[in-house]
């Protein structure tokens, strides 16, 4: 096929052809978002679970759509090495570029001040800002204390405010939100908590591993209790078929219903993984419609681009030490595996691994999926750590 129309998007959060099997997580969300335009509380979200199951796809589809009607928006990837207030200040620059008008009520005026105050934007000593509007004789409580926790529930209110009158709402999206400071979480789960108390136009959304419901919960006990959790899980059979199918018959071109198939088991139902084996499948067809030849020829390569573009990274993240580790695990396939287990595999006591497990997680290898049992943050990375010792 034409590989200048090739109608797969593989790649990291790029939006598919066709967003399918997610139609109860869009309702959940779409739901929230019209309460709040209709001044009623709505519960955050989280979404939480292996990589490449489409959280980051999930969440920009959410932000657009509220984006669209003119919802105040913040989009985040946490980073380890950056703090959540300087994430969020880049994403607000551009919110104050939009709402920033001369005729700005009062009420948009405080909202504006409070989001410079929290970005720490250049304020002369007369209340005069960089966007050139008069501020001084606003009052509002600073988003500047140095405090994430308080500034945060400052500006949500503040925002919050700003959007009663239009009927809009502000919405705050975080992917990889186990990367996130424990102080920076705790300050998210502070804000959403008293937005969902006062009823504020606010909604976060976040998104994360599996043990991103734990962590939240750790840093407080209310969030059990706050959140409205979604697991994401891997697509079924005929969700899978839509996202490899639909794409290429937009192009005019069908699949036999055993290549389909083949395609489907290959990638498991995993959403990252359907769109790189169907670009691998759409090289390798030259006609119409797509065979079970064609899904063979081109397995090859569909596993080549894998492994250099999906775990070759994340295995090249591991020490020595914890490659042995993972090699370990892999002996259980997707897992989970038990601590116990492989600490008698590599014919050492459990409490010497105690680092290397750690090290693993913290690096986002692995996590703990239940008590003494860790498993794989990556969908066949067994496999993908087998090819590399035969």
């Known amino acids: 096929m034409d590989r200048r129309k090739d109608p797969y998007s593989p790649g990291a959060g790029r939006p598919p052809f066709a967003l399918v099997g997610r ?95 929290f970005i720490q934007l250049g304020m002369d000593s007369s209340g005069q800002l960089s966007l050139g509007m008069d501020f001084s004789k606003i009052d509002y409580s600073n988003a500047a204390t140095g405090d994430l926790s308080g500034d945060l529930t400052v500006l949500v209110r503040d925002l919050s405010a700003s959007c009663e009158k239009t009927g809009k709402g502000v919405a705050l999206f975080i992917d990889e939100a186990q990367d996130l400071s424990e102080s920076d979480l705790r300050a998210i789960n502070m804000a959403a908590h008293r937005a969902s108390q006062e009823a504020y136009r606010f909604i976060a959304v976040i998104a994360g591993l599996p043990t991103l419901p734990r962590i939240l919960a750790d840093i407080n006990s209310y969030a059990e209790r706050l959140y409205r959790y979604r697991s994401l899980a891997e697509l079924d059979a005929e969700s899978s078929r839509d996202a490899l199918t639909e794409p290429s018959l937009a192009r005019g071109v069908r699949w036999e219903d055993d290549a389909a198939s083949l395609a489907v088991a290959e990638t498991g139902g995993f959403s990252y993984f359907i769109q790189e084996y169907g670009s691998a499948v759409w090289g390798q067809a030259t006609a119409s419609p797509i065979t079970v030849g064609d899904v063979k020829d081109a397995r090859a390569e569909a596993i080549k681009r894998l492994d250099e573009g999906f775990f070759r990274s994340r295995w090249d993240r591991a020490s020595e030490a914890q490659k042995v580790y993972l090699q370990a695990m892999a002996s259980d396939g997707d897992g989970p595996s038990s601590t116990l287990e492989i600490a008698n595999r590599l014919g050492v006591k459990p409490t010497s691994l105690s680092p290397r497990r750690a090290g693993l997680i913290s690096k986002g290898l692995i996590y703990s999926a239940s008590s003494g049992t860790v498993a794989f943050t990556v969908p066949q990375m067994a496999q993908f750590i087998k090819r590399q010792t035969t």
């Open 23 to 117: 139609a109860i997580d869009i309702d959940e969300f779409e739901a929230a978002a019209w309460r709040i335009e209709n001044g009623m509380d709505a519960r955050p979200l989280v979404f939480y679970g292996l990589r490449g199951v489409g959280k980051t796809v999930l969440l920009r589809d959410f932000q657009k759509r509220v984006a669209s009607k003119g919802w105040v928006t913040a989009f985040v990837e946490a980073n380890p090495e950056k703090s959540l207030r300087a994430m969020l200040s880049d994403e607000l620059k551009l919110a104050i570029a939009e709402m920033a008008k001369p005729s700005a009520g009062e009420v948009m005026l405080k909202a504006l001040k409070t989001m410079m105050s």
